[in-house]
């Protein structure tokens, strides 16, 4: 596959040397995509778990993934921008890593900044926990039409309303994006 991009694709073959890289280029480099190989391609790879933790570690999260070929896929790492927003399954394994005394001062830095803006106490639910919030399928009853449409959304999409609600910064936000929400599903409109 020809791959264009501003900034480097790299593999690493095990955590230690990415961790090494890491604690040489953290703060030279905008980011990189990780060349990450699937469990049965028979290269051996850094998995992206263990590439995430370290990571973070570092002060840099993950973003976007995208299918390479058929044995391996690229993940993007970047450092944490200014007001980057936590998850909370990030959050968790950043207290696990701060006990395991693996947090670089940069990834530490990044944690108490957060604490100190709020970011931290925001954090927002994965897909896997993230619920719909009572107002909002409240107000959405108000609308039968809507409701029902609501009802045939697949996790992805809410997933997305979920996390549009639950990560905006004001309570006027908050009630403008859940009305353009309700807006959609009230046309048959797909929000993600």
């Known amino acids: 596959m020809t791959f264009h991009s501003d900034i480097p694709l790299l593999p690493f ?32 790879s850094i998995t992206y778990d263990e590439a995430l933790e370290e990571a973070l570690c570092f002060g840099w999260i993950d973003g976007l993934r995208k299918k390479y070929d058929e044995k391996s896929y690229i993940q993007k790492f970047t450092p944490r921008r200014k007001r980057s927003i936590w998850s909370k399954r990030n959050r968790t394994k950043v207290e696990k890593l701060i006990k395991e005394g693996k ?29 719909i919030p009572d107002d909002f399928v409240k107000e959405l009853s108000k609308y039968p039409e809507a409701l029902a449409f609501f009802k045939t959304l697949n996790k992805t999409n809410l997933y997305s309303i979920g996390f ?12 403008k994006r859940m009305q353009s929400i309700i807006d959609m599903m009230k046309q048959g409109k797909k929000f993600h």
């Not at 990834?107 to 896997?128: C, F, I, M, P, Q």
């Open 13 to 44: 073959s095990s955590q230690k040397k990415w961790r090494s890289w890491l604690s040489k280029n953290f703060d030279r480099v905008d980011g990189i995509w990780m060349l990450l190989y699937k469990k049965d391609s028979g290269v051996k």
């Open 103 to 131: 947090m670089h001062n940069a990834g530490l830095a990044e944690v108490k900044k957060a604490k100190n803006d709020g970011r931290w106490d925001k954090a927002y639910d994965s897909h896997t926990t993230m619920k």
């Open 164 to 175: 549009r609600l639950q990560t905006a910064k004001k309570p006027e936000t908050r009630q």
